[in-house]
């Protein structure tokens, strides 16, 4: 009889231990806008990189930009947390000096222009609590139109004579954001 309760205890015990182990192992789902990230230069196979940014790409699914990036409002650059902007060098946006270091990335949209803002905040959810007193730098970028439509919005970068443009694109709106090393 002792024997019996011992093994029922032990199997109990075993049955417990492997339920919990079944629960810890549930993952989510796919975030709607996943997180992706883009980095200069862009061959994967260079390590000594001089600018990234982490961003989510959320999509327009038929919603219009401006209902999702409003024009005149601060936007996060992207979808849920703000862009996260890492500078490996010491770069200028306009005029402004930019030391090494992790940073804040929002835009102010625009019809003719659109205003890209380095803000010394980091890990920061949206655009909701963004301090001008924060910024770093500023600078105003035209807006021009790509002729591919992009579903998702997408951040690359391209090398360029005096250091490397940040491109940004959602629809056929396209933002070229110029850092000079």
Do not use: C
Not at 115 to 125: G, L, Y
Not at 149 to 156: H, M, R, V, Y
């Amino acid at each position: 009889m002792k024997k019996s309760s011992i093994y029922s205890t032990i199997a109990l015990a075993l049955i417990m231990l492997l339920s919990m182990n079944m629960n810890a192992q549930k993952f989510s789902e796919l975030d709607k806008s996943p997180m992706d990230a883009a980095a200069f230069p862009r061959d994967y196979k260079v390590s000594d990189k001089l600018i990234k940014i982490v961003y989510s790409r959320p999509m327009l699914k038929g919603r219009e930009l401006s209902k999702l990036a409003p024009n005149g409002k601060v936007w996060r650059t992207g979808a849920n947390e703000a862009a996260e902007l890492t500078l490996y060098t010491d770069m200028k946006l306009g005029e402004t000096d930019i030391k090494p270091g992790t940073y804040t990335f929002y835009v102010i949209p625009g019809e003719k222009e659109w205003t890209a803002i380095v803000s010394s905040d980091i890990n920061v959810w949206g655009s909701y609590f963004y301090n001008e007193q924060n910024d770093v730098a500023r600078l105003s970028v035209p807006v021009t139109s790509g002729e591919e439509f992009l579903e998702a919005f997408s951040i690359t970068f391209s090398e360029a004579e005096s250091g490397v443009h940040m491109h940004l694109g959602w629809g056929n709106t396209r933002i070229a954001v110029p850092f000079k090393k």
